[in-house]
T-cell receptor
């Protein structure tokens, strides 16, 4: 069974530039999550989708971050304009979903460096 | 609000020793607890998911225990190997959202040959 796919794996940009990350979840998984992981810390949820609807985006900096999950399958996370503090690994995860959630499966992550 | 703590932040053991990793949480009303492994520069790999009704869960050399009343989970890795070197994170779904996980900061493990 294919896992969660993410691209690109690495991206280096200058501050104020824009960047986009793509995620394709495990087939059949209704719930998709984007997490931000800063070096030395545990992942922090940015946004959670149930099918193509947003369940939780309370920690998403909406002035610069946006995400969409058209057709309830793959998803794109965009940052515009990027700041130095956005340097982190962006992890996509998926699960079958439901009120309790169930086991989460993560992709390899996209490492962003903002200079 | 649920808080998840992992102590120590780092651990070094010689090969062959058993590893004991701790995870504590403040709200005992949990659905389940999940342990992950993260290699440098990689994503998270799910190791074990232990349901709230379970006391322990085993997979190969890994065993996770759960004591909700004391707000603790322990991950045991038997007969450690250099390939076990990684960061281990525990995570708990928050009760206010569908499956959103609250993570600890992780314990970085080094197993020396």
């Amino acid at each position: 069974e294919a896992g969660v796919a993410q691209s690109p794996r690495y991206k280096i940009i200058e501050k104020r530039q824009s960047v986009a990350f793509w995620c394709n979840p495990i087939s059949g998984h209704a719930t998709l999550y984007w997490y931000q992981q800063i070096l030395g810390q545990g992942p922090k949820l940015l946004i959670q989708f149930q099918n193509n609807g947003v369940v939780d985006d309370s920690q998403l900096p909406k002035d610069r971050f946006s995400a969409e999950r058209l057709k309830g399958v793959d998803s794109t996370l965009k940052i515009q304009p990027a700041k130095l503090e956005d340097s982190a690994v962006y992890l996509c995860a998926s699960s079958f979903g439901g009120r309790v959630g169930g086991e989460l499966f993560f992709g390899e992550g996209s490492r962003l460096t903002v200079l | 609000k649920q808080e998840v703590t992992q102590i120590p932040a780092a651990l070094s053991v010689p090969e062959g020793e058993n590893l004991v990793l701790n995870c504590s949480f403040t709200d005992s009303a949990i659905y389940n607890l999940q342990w992950f492994r993260q290699d440098p520069g990689k994503g998270l790999t799910s190791l074990l998911l232990i349901q709230s009704s379970q006391r322990e869960q085993t997979s190969g050399r890994l065993n996770a225990s759960l004591d909700k009343s004391s707000g603790r989970s322990t991950l045991y890795i038997a007969a450690s190997q250099p390939g076990d070197s990684a960061t281990y994170l525990c995570a708990i779904p928050t009760t206010d959202s569908w499956g959103k996980l609250q993570f600890g900061a992780g314990t970085q493990v080094v197993v020396t040959p």
